[in-house]
């Protein structure tokens, strides 16, 4: 070890040293923990490996095959000093449990329709009478997608000093701000900065749960936006059926919901509920009905008026079933975010064709990673949601 360590010494004359090596990273060999066994026996033979190449015995490219963090783990382990954290996890894809997912051919203003008529229940007709007439009608819904990106460019040295491979999370990163997005861009349809958009849940579409106290979540309230849900109906007047929806809260809701789902039993009064001293404990019913508890990060982030952002809830039927509240669309073969990086413009001299893209281009040795993303959406049915300020 001691004819290691003088090797050190002497490669350190000669601007080689643990410094140059490293950088600011380095730390001397000789603090290191030298009575462990594994880390003595691992040092020496990287010494008589260095030894036999420094003085000519062995070939460079034995030093080039051998040397590297994955064949000595202590060594590199002892002199490096420096970590790089992970990047924030990522919250799961939330949005399709909540709207439907489509597909469009081009950036164009694309159409979804809706047909309603002739369902209502059948008429007699009458010996020698005419067939009553049914009329028809249709909606129409619109939207287009659009084009969004990122381009996060740096230089051919901040990639050669990134020892820690931090550069190299970053199409990871600009992978992962296309799914917020996506998921941004979908609470945004139906939460505005005062609460649940005003044009689509209102009294009018039979679909906001009247403010005051008892709209907070509770028992109470979530009876109340099932009854609507359940009491919406079509044009012909047929009730709807919304299979099992989907409840949606903001992150400050998360426990008062939970508490809510895993109540075993609740105490309600009998009949109609009206004031009266009977009094009946049933099993918990809202898991039967809920499929599943969304819980929203984005709602605070969007909704920021008073403190709306940590009350408005929003009850949202099956997408799959029937009609959807909302759609999102995204570009036919371009469903996923598209990572590109820049390709280098420049050509070593002796050939060999264009180098590496992450040997940069040619005037400024830049390097650039872009993600491109297309999708868009809109609003649609809004006898498939309930909201409610919560307060």
């Not at 799961?92 to 002739?118: C, E, N």
């Not at 819904?141 to 970053?170: H, M």
């Not at 049933?282 to 990060?297: F, M, S, T």
Request: charged content about 20%; hydrophobic content about 40%.
């Amino acid at each position: 070890m001691s004819e290691f360590l003088d090797l050190l010494e002497t490669l350190k004359a000669e601007d080689a040293s643990t410094q140059r090596l490293f950088g600011d990273a380095g730390q001397s060999i000789r603090r290191t923990k030298r009575d462990s066994p594994i880390y003595r026996r691992a040092l020496a033979e990287a010494g008589e490996l260095v030894a036999a190449v420094y003085r000519g015995r062995k070939p460079m490219h034995y030093l080039q095959e051998a040397m590297s963090t994955s064949d000595f783990p202590l060594l590199f382990g002892d002199i490096l000093d420096r970590q790089l954290l992970g990047i924030y996890e990522e919250w799961p894809t939330i949005w399709p449990m909540v709207a439907k997912r489509g597909t469009v051919r081009d950036f164009r203003l694309v159409s979804r329709f809706a047909t309603d008529g002739a369902e209502a229940v059948l008429a007699e007709v009458p010996q020698g009478s005419e067939y009553p007439e049914a009329a028809m009608s249709e909606t129409r819904y619109q939207y287009s997608v659009k084009k969004y990106g990122r381009r996060v460019p740096f230089f051919w040295e901040v990639f050669i000093n990134d020892d820690l491979d931090g550069l190299r999370s970053t199409p990871e990163r600009i992978a992962k701000a296309a799914r917020m997005s996506e998921e941004r861009f979908v609470t945004d349809l139906y939460a505005a900065v005062a609460g649940p958009d005003a044009t689509f849940f209102s009294v009018g579409n039979a679909n906001l749960v009247p403010a005051g106290a008892s709209s907070a979540l509770s028992i109470s309230s979530l009876t109340t936006a099932f009854t609507m849900l359940w009491k919406q109906v079509d044009k012909d007047g047929n009730p709807i059926f919304t299979g099992r929806v989907r409840l949606v809260v903001p992150p400050a809701l998360q426990v008062t919901a939970r508490n809510i789902m895993n109540t075993t039993q609740i105490l309600v009064a009998a009949g109609s509920g009206s004031a009266t001293v009977d009094q009946l404990t049933v099993n918990n019913w809202v898991p039967a009905q809920i499929d599943e508890l969304v819980v929203n990060p984005w709602l605070p982030i969007i909704t920021t008026t008073g403190t709306f952002k940590d009350t408005a809830w929003y009850l949202f039927a099956d997408p799959g079933v029937g009609r959807p509240a909302m759609e999102m669309g995204f570009l036919r073969g371009n469903e996923a975010p598209a990572l590109f990086v820049k390709s280098s413009n420049a050509m070593r001299i002796g050939g060999g064709g264009l180098t590496a893209a992450e040997d940069g281009d040619f005037d400024t040795d830049g390097i650039a990673y872009k993600v491109r993303h297309c999708f868009g959406g809109t609003l649609m049915e809004p006898k498939a949601a309930v909201g409610s300020f919560g307060q």
